[in-house]
């Protein structure tokens, strides 16, 4: 979709990156880094630096220690660091069970484990969604061996209650899974709502992996720069997988992670609240030009319902909106194994300046 937002010169809201910087001491701190010469390999867990401050961001903001020498590493983004860990702690024959729809590098990482992927849909909640604990358990076998959670949740922007959590931490508990908990809209949250870290709940730190970046909270998705934490036993796993992937991260800008996650929080308070605004103008938008539009309390996507429109096929639709209006959204089918009851579906994209959306906005109205 982003090849077609290209070729016609579509506002791009399919992807999920944003269209401003991250803040400017930090970017200072990776030219500085890059002048004064620090551009080779790295240790392989990371750099203290930016360990220490990940370790401190996790206890200050969720209430979990962990030990900045052995249960932090540095990865090459988020994406690195679930590839790793299924790698890592799944054999192959295994089963891991993903909440659907999920996000696909899921898929792709359990693929080359030699596992098998099993999908849960989530229900409806109101106007979003949440996940069928029930289905849960009930997809639970002798082959399970995984379960991945990720909250605030993509495509759907939904974000998990921490009493639902507790009830699918219990099930955890019960069927001694691991769990990779994917949380990194993290600090994306809207309307009051609160996220909770899955290995903070009882029974959880030692079972799971909990995966974070520095881009979508900094702004920074080209840094490609992530990062896991976990008790030492399950992180050695998830290094030893890693190490023959990207071998280190990109050095320089460790530094200026750290920086970011130390003394930027005004910064990250500020850029949340305006893509709040940005949801509430897409949101807008979206519903005068005829669509129905879930609820989204995380991340920057919304998901709309193209029915109204008279749409049936949100593949279909998705190819041609970039030439016929000029916009570009992905279709949430293709992130189910099950795309029937997701097939007029959409995802938009809002972590835009207000501009950008605005211009997105007048351009839905032609539908």
């Given at each position: 979709?982003?090849?077609?937002?290209?070729?016609?010169?579509?506002?791009?809201?399919?992807?999920?990156?944003?269209?401003?910087?991250?803040?400017?001491?930090?970017?200072?701190?990776?030219?500085?880094?890059?002048?004064?010469?620090?551009?080779?390999?790295?240790?392989?867990?990371?750099?203290?630096?930016?360990?220490?401050?990940?370790?401190?961001?996790?206890?200050?903001?969720?209430?979990?220690?962990?030990?900045?020498?052995?249960?932090?590493?540095?990865?090459?983004?988020?994406?690195?660091?679930?590839?790793?860990?299924?790698?890592?702690?799944?054999?192959?024959?295994?089963?891991?069970?993903?909440?659907?729809?999920?996000?696909?590098?899921?898929?792709?990482?359990?693929?080359?484990?030699?596992?098998?992927?099993?999908?849960?849909?989530?229900?409806?909640?109101?106007?979003?969604?949440?996940?069928?604990?029930?289905?849960?358990?009930?997809?639970?076998?002798?082959?399970?061996?995984?379960?991945?959670?990720?909250?605030?949740?993509?495509?759907?922007?939904?974000?998990?209650?921490?009493?639902?959590?507790?009830?699918?931490?219990?099930?955890?508990?019960?069927?001694?899974?691991?769990v990779l908990a994917d949380e990194v809209y993290e600090n994306l949250l809207f309307d009051g709502v609160t996220h909770t870290?899955?290995?903070?709940?009882?029974?959880?730190?030692?079972?799971?992996?909990?995966?974070?970046?520095?881009?979508?909270?900094?702004?920074?998705?080209?840094?490609?720069?992530?990062?896991?934490?976990?008790?030492?036993?399950?992180?050695?796993?998830?290094?030893?997988?890693?190490?023959?992937?990207?071998?280190?991260?990109?050095?320089?800008?460790?530094?200026?992670?750290?920086?970011?996650?130390?003394?930027?929080?005004?910064?990250?308070?500020?850029?949340?609240?305006?893509?709040?605004?940005?949801?509430d103008l897409l949101v807008a938008g979206l519903r005068s030009a005829g669509l129905e539009v879930h609820d989204s309390h995380?991340?920057?996507?919304?998901?709309?319902?193209?029915?109204?429109?008279?749409?049936?096929?949100?593949?279909?639709?998705?190819?041609?909106?970039?030439?016929?209006?000029?916009?570009?959204?992905?279709?949430?089918?293709?992130?189910?194994?099950?795309?029937?009851?997701?097939?007029?579906?959409?995802?938009?994209?809002?972590?835009?300046?207000?501009?950008?959306?605005?211009?997105?906005?007048?351009?839905?109205?032609?539908?």
């Open positions: 979709m982003s090849a077609k937002a290209a070729e016609f010169d579509a506002v791009n809201l399919g992807q999920g990156f944003p269209d401003s910087d991250g803040p400017p001491r930090m970017l200072e701190i990776a030219c500085e880094q890059i002048r004064g010469g620090n551009n080779q390999y790295g240790p392989a867990r990371g750099m203290a630096v930016l360990r220490e401050a990940v370790a401190a961001q996790r206890a200050r903001d969720h209430q979990v220690s962990y030990d900045p020498e052995t249960e932090v590493l540095v990865t090459v983004g988020a994406t690195e660091a679930i590839s790793a860990t299924v790698l890592g702690l799944v054999e192959p024959g295994s089963e891991v069970i993903v909440l659907e729809p999920y996000y696909d590098a899921y898929a792709a990482a359990i693929a080359l484990a030699g596992a098998q992927r099993v999908a849960v849909p989530l229900v409806a909640d109101g106007a979003g969604w949440t996940v069928d604990v029930d289905a849960v358990r009930a997809a639970v076998t002798g082959r399970t061996a995984m379960i991945i959670v990720n909250s605030p949740h993509n495509p759907t922007g939904s974000v998990f209650s921490r009493e639902v959590l507790t009830e699918l931490a219990a099930v955890c508990v019960e069927r001694d899974l691991l870290a899955l290995a903070s709940l009882p029974g959880m730190f030692g079972r799971t992996v909990t995966v974070s970046s520095a881009a979508k909270t900094w702004n920074v998705t080209g840094w490609k720069t992530g990062w896991a934490l976990a008790p030492a036993p399950l992180l050695d796993a998830v290094l030893k997988a890693k190490q023959f992937m990207s071998f280190v991260g990109a050095t320089p800008f460790q530094p200026a992670v750290a920086h970011a996650l130390n003394e930027e929080s005004a910064w990250l308070n500020d850029m949340v609240a305006e893509l709040a605004g940005g949801r995380g991340t920057y996507f919304v998901v709309a319902d193209i029915a109204p429109l008279g749409a049936t096929d949100g593949v279909a639709f998705c190819l041609d909106l970039p030439e016929r209006i000029g916009v570009a959204a992905i279709p949430a089918q293709v992130f189910c194994d099950d795309p029937g009851p997701w097939r007029t579906k959409v995802r938009f994209a809002f972590g835009k300046r207000h501009g950008t959306l605005r211009l997105a906005v007048d351009r839905l109205q032609q539908l």
